[in-house]
């Protein structure tokens, strides 16, 4: 079992809906990354988080340390989010995530 | 760009081939790091280094050799590979090890035949 779970694995939207994709782990750590890869390859860092609520644009993450969870939610969706969305722990390394494969249709 | 600059973009190699991978950060970035990414598999660290310093290495085959000349440069050596060893090699930096501003290259996408 890995320590840092992602759900669902692969996900399909329509443009304008909300999506919500969620990581548990089971380490101590001391910060959580949400990160995105585009099909070229690269992945940029969208939030680095250890505590409550952080929001960019029309992305939100939050956290819930006692309860080892993390969500990340896309407001109004379009299909440009589509890419795969990894979920990263800081404990005395970075423990990935397999990722959740998104899908945005017009 | 996203101040990771990774080449070539694409490499095929054969099994007896030698090739060297190459990354770029003019972040001002202390640690350096590899990852490979293979298919339905998290991403998987292979080398560390921090202030140059080789400061881990993950069981990694003796076929994939790191070298880090100066804090900017980072290369991977690679040689008689395998075809399993065909995978995204992704570089990454940050200002200190596992530490704030983690950065990501492009990747390798490298196919041994």
């Known amino acids: 079992k890995n320590e840092v779970e992602q759900s669902p694995q692969n996900l399909t939207a329509q443009e304008g809906e909300f999506i919500t994709i969620n990581c548990s782990y089971s380490?101590?750590?001391?910060?959580l990354h949400w990160l995105q890869q585009h099909p070229g390859g690269g992945i940029v860092s969208l939030f680095m988080?250890?505590?409550g609520k952080k929001k960019h644009g029309r992305l939100i993450a939050t956290i819930n340390i006692q309860e080892k969870h993390s969500s990340l939610h896309i407001t109004a969706s379009h299909p440009r989010d589509s890419a795969v969305y990894i979920c990263a722990v800081k404990a005395d390394k970075l423990i990935f995530g397999t990722g959740t494969r998104l899908q945005v249709f017009p | 760009e996203t101040g990771v600059t990774q080449t070539p973009r694409h490499l095929v190699m054969g099994m007896t081939n030698k090739k060297s991978l190459k990354c770029e950060q003019h972040l001002g970035h202390n640690a350096m790091y590899w990852y490979k990414q293979s298919a339905k598999k998290p991403l998987e660290l292979m080398f560390v280094?921090?202030?140059?310093?080789?400061?881990e290495n993950n069981s990694v085959p003796s076929r994939f050799s790191p070298e880090c000349p100066n804090s900017s440069h980072l290369f991977l050596h690679l040689h008689t590979l395998q075809p399993e060893d065909s995978a995204l090699y992704l570089c990454a930096s940050s200002q200190a090890q596992f530490n704030y501003g983690y950065t990501f290259g492009s990747g390798t996408r490298l196919t041994v035949v």
């Open positions: 988080l250890s505590s």
């Open positions: 280094y921090s202030l140059e310093e080789r400061v």
């Open positions: 380490v101590g750590i001391s910060a």
